[in-house]
């Protein structure tokens, strides 16, 4: 008898233990723009972050990651208030943040007083992590961008000489222009001219005819989808026979209905590229929301998928729950296999392939990927 209730007791307390372990979870915030200016951003994200999920599971050494979603409503006062919240009411390991810099900028302080590690999907200004331990970012910065349009320009199109033509009135875009031309001078080039405009013109001769008299191999359009489609049009039409190439403000389906036949044999540098995946993951991302919701990705929601990714690997070679374990690995990831490519984790921002597209036919053609080095 007292054998049967010695077992009877240890049984009880292994189920007990295994409801107690089966009931743990680990509980990553998600600090998203729902609603709001920018709310089609966080919706992205979101929609990515939970696509992914459904690919490569949602558990950690056997515990469920339970994301605690709070609406920042595209305030920076609601984002910093959701970081709080997330933090000291709802006990989250890890966070990913908001997706514009101006958001970030507010939740980052925050996390580093209270030492939780936050990533966010696509806040692109360099002040969202520099001097800070436990900001991050799951996409690359302009300077990188550029650079890579750069190295491409030099190795692949073999272009000896350049021109630029970039609005003033956007700061994405200067530093574009100014990025592409210390690259492309270290790595040999020449920078023949350099033009600008501002955001609105509509008249691009005289900078064009500028450019055309000195006779570059291509013509580097750092701006907006609008501006490049006039700009190619109008550089056309003057005889410019060179080849144009942009960044990633050129992703747009207006670029074409502005730019027409002008714009075909354009090259770009883009974040990803929706028709064809860099990876296993990547395809099979690609593949699942194509399926689910009948249209080709975004890259909203692909670097949320990226941005749980590295957050979800951390926590794994973690071995703890501890945030500052965690952050420390997220710090040191390398080479890791996210939805747009693999990447790599230096002073808190990611060091990706850059992938390059070319016009053809009306639409964006993959050409190839590019990393700096």
Same mark, same amino acid.
């Given at each position: 008898?007292?054998?049967?209730?010695?077992?009877?007791?240890?049984?009880?307390?292994?189920?007990?233990?295994?409801?107690?372990?089966?009931?743990?979870?680990?509980?990553?915030?998600?600090?998203?723009?729902?609603?709001?200016?920018?709310?089609?951003?966080?919706?992205?994200?979101?929609?990515?972050?939970?696509?992914?999920?459904?690919?490569?599971?949602?558990?950690?050494?056997?515990?469920?990651?339970?994301?605690?979603?709070?609406?920042? =409503?595209?305030?920076? %006062?609601? !984002? #910093?208030? /959701?970081?709080?919240? +997330?933090?000291?009411?709802? $006990?989250?390991?890890?966070?990913?943040?908001?997706?514009?810099?101006?958001?970030?900028?507010?939740?980052?302080?925050?996390?580093?007083? =209270?030492?939780?590690? %936050?990533? !966010? #999907?696509? /806040?692109?200004?360099? +002040?969202?992590?520099?001097? $800070?331990?436990?900001?991050?970012?799951?996409?690359?910065?302009?300077?990188?961008?550029?650079?890579?349009?750069?190295?491409?320009?030099?190795?692949?199109?073999?272009?000896?000489? #350049?021109?630029?033509?970039?609005?003033?009135?956007?700061?994405?875009?200067?530093?574009?222009?100014?990025?592409?031309?210390?690259?492309?001078?270290?790595?040999?080039?020449?920078?023949?001219?350099?033009?600008?405009?501002?955001?609105?013109?509509?008249?691009?001769?005289?900078?064009?005819?500028?450019?055309?008299?000195?006779?570059?191999?291509?013509?580097?359009?750092?701006?907006?989808?609008?501006?490049?489609?006039?700009?190619?049009?109008?550089?056309?039409?003057?005889?410019?026979?060179?080849?144009?190439?942009?960044?990633?403000?050129?992703?747009?389906?207006?670029?074409?209905?502005?730019?027409?036949?002008?714009?075909?044999?354009?090259?770009?540098?883009?974040?990803?590229?929706?028709?064809?995946?860099?990876?296993?993951?990547?395809?099979?991302?690609?593949?699942?929301?194509?399926?689910?919701?009948?249209?080709?990705?975004?890259?909203?929601?692909?670097?949320?998928?990226?941005?749980?990714?590295?957050?979800?690997?951390?926590?794994?070679?973690?071995?703890?729950?501890?945030?500052?374990?965690?952050?420390?690995?997220?710090?040191?990831?390398?080479?890791?296999?996210?939805?747009?490519?693999?990447?790599?984790?230096?002073?808190?921002?990611?060091?990706?392939?850059?992938?390059?597209?070319?016009?053809?036919?009306?639409?964006?053609?993959?050409?190839?990927?590019?990393?700096?080095?």
């Amino acid at each position: 008898m007292r054998g049967w209730m010695k077992y009877f007791g240890v049984m009880i307390l292994v189920l007990f233990t295994s409801c107690v372990w089966a009931q743990d979870v680990i509980r990553v915030g998600a600090n998203l723009e729902m609603t709001g200016a920018v709310a089609a951003y966080g919706q992205m994200i979101w929609e990515g972050i939970n696509l992914v999920r459904e690919l490569v599971g949602d558990e950690v050494w056997g515990r469920k990651v339970e994301l605690v979603l709070v609406d920042n =409503k595209s305030d920076k %006062v609601e !984002s #910093a208030n /959701a970081a709080t919240r +997330l933090i000291d009411k709802e $006990k989250v390991v890890a966070m990913i943040g908001p997706a514009i810099s101006g958001s970030m900028l507010a939740v980052g302080p925050i996390c580093e007083e =209270k030492q939780i590690p %936050v990533i !966010s #999907a696509t /806040a692109t200004n360099p +002040l969202v992590t520099q001097g $800070k331990k436990f900001v991050f970012r799951a996409c690359f910065l302009d300077p990188y961008q550029a650079a890579a349009a750069a190295v491409f320009a030099r190795n692949d199109l073999k272009a000896e000489t #350049a021109a630029i033509l970039s609005d003033i009135a956007q700061d994405y875009c200067v530093a574009l222009g100014n990025f592409f031309k210390e690259e492309f001078e270290k790595r040999g080039g020449k920078i023949v001219v350099e033009q600008n405009c501002k955001t609105g013109d509509q008249d691009f001769s005289a900078q064009l005819t500028t450019i055309i008299n000195a006779n570059p191999d291509i013509l580097y359009v750092p701006n907006y989808y609008t501006e490049i489609a006039l700009i190619s049009r109008q550089a056309r039409d003057l005889g410019f026979e060179g080849i144009i190439l942009s960044a990633d403000g050129a992703d747009a389906p207006e670029l074409f209905e502005v730019g027409g036949d002008a714009v075909e044999g354009l090259y770009h540098t883009a974040i990803w590229d929706a028709t064809k995946g860099l990876n296993d993951v990547g395809q099979r991302y690609i593949e699942l929301y194509q399926k689910k919701y009948g249209k080709d990705p975004n890259m909203f929601g692909a670097l949320g998928a990226d941005a749980y990714l590295i957050l979800v690997d951390a926590i794994k070679r973690a071995g703890s729950l501890d945030p500052v374990a965690i952050r420390n690995m997220i710090e040191e990831t390398a080479d890791l296999e996210v939805v747009t490519g693999k990447v790599t984790i230096e002073n808190g921002d990611a060091v990706k392939p850059v992938v390059v597209r070319k016009v053809e036919g009306g639409k964006f053609n993959f050409v190839k990927t590019v990393v700096v080095e």
